[in-house]
């Protein structure tokens, strides 16, 4: 990597700005939406600079010499950090950056992914949050929760964040992981391709613990499983666990 990303808390915290223009006013509307604020060169508090001039070089070598950390527009070579393009949906913040190298790609790539992300997505992460509590009681080891969540999440899943309505869904998916301990589901193949499954199947796919598997079952259907997924052959002595078992015959 050419940089770190990182995600800094700034609510209530001062940042230098400095310059005139449409640039500085960009700078400024960016810090302000932070939660921060936009003070002059000599505020003691002060721990990141941006700078808008057209000569930045002096002001650029005295802040960084006073320790803070420097962006200077359209000079990537004189920025200690660079911003990236942001997309926003509540809680959900999503940075596309190319340190410095091309703000314009970084843009594009960035509106794309906003034609893709439903506005729900935030009310997605916020339900998921308040929840914490029940999904911890409901799965108490870590592993077990992760593996829940990455199943409910997945493409297809319960709460696939692609889907807009997955936000509404979140209270459905916890009163129904419970039913669905111990449950066990038969899957029969209609061909060798994954891509003929149904969105249930792969969705049982994503969420088996185990896996009773029938002989010659084709590799690309199995990868559509979890890969820390149990896997034992069907007709064994294995008996199903207190998850999701998934039984795969062929048609």
């Known amino acids: 990597m050419h ?4 995600f800094l808390r700034l609510t209530g915290q001062s940042v230098v700005l400095l310059g005139e223009g449409e640039a500085a006013a960009a700078k400024r509307r960016l810090i302000e939406r932070a939660g921060a604020r936009a003070v ?9 600079a941006f700078i808008a001039l057209d000569d ?3 002001a650029a070598a005295r802040l960084r010499a006073r320790g803070l950390l420097v962006n200077v527009v359209d000079r990537p070579e004189l920025c200690d950090f660079t911003v ?5 949906r509540g809680p959900v913040l999503i940075a596309v950056g190319t340190g410095g190298v091309s703000a314009g790609l970084a ?3 960035r509106l794309r992914l ?3 992300l439903p506005a729900s997505l935030g009310a997605l992460a916020e339900a998921l949050g308040a929840a914490r509590g029940r999904l911890r009681a409901r799965w108490s080891d870590a592993g077990e ?4 969540l990455d199943a409910a999440l997945t493409q297809g899943g319960m709460l696939d964040p692609l889907d807009a309505d997955s936000a509404g869904r979140v209270e459905q998916w916890l009163d129904g992981a419970a039913d669905r301990a111990g449950q066990v589901v038969e899957l029969r193949l209609r061909s060798d391709d994954p891509d003929d499954l149904t969105l249930r199947e792969a969705r049982w796919l994503g969420q088996a613990d185990l ?3 029938d002989d010659a079952i084709p590799p690309a259907v199995l990868a559509r499983a979890r890969a820390d997924a149990a896997r034992h052959p069907l007709g064994g002595a294995v008996q199903p666990g207190s998850g999701l078992t998934v039984i795969i015959r062929r048609g």
Do not use: G, N
């Open 40 to 48: 002059r060169e000599d505020d003691p508090a002060a721990r990141l």
């Open 56 to 58: 930045p070089e002096d």
């Open 211 to 213: 896996l009773l598997v």
């Open 84 to 88: 990236p393009s942001l997309l926003e």
């Open 107 to 109: 843009k594009a790539l």
């Open 145 to 148: 929760r992760r593996r829940a």
């Open 114 to 116: 906003e034609a893709l």
């Open 3 to 6: 940089s770190l990303p990182l």
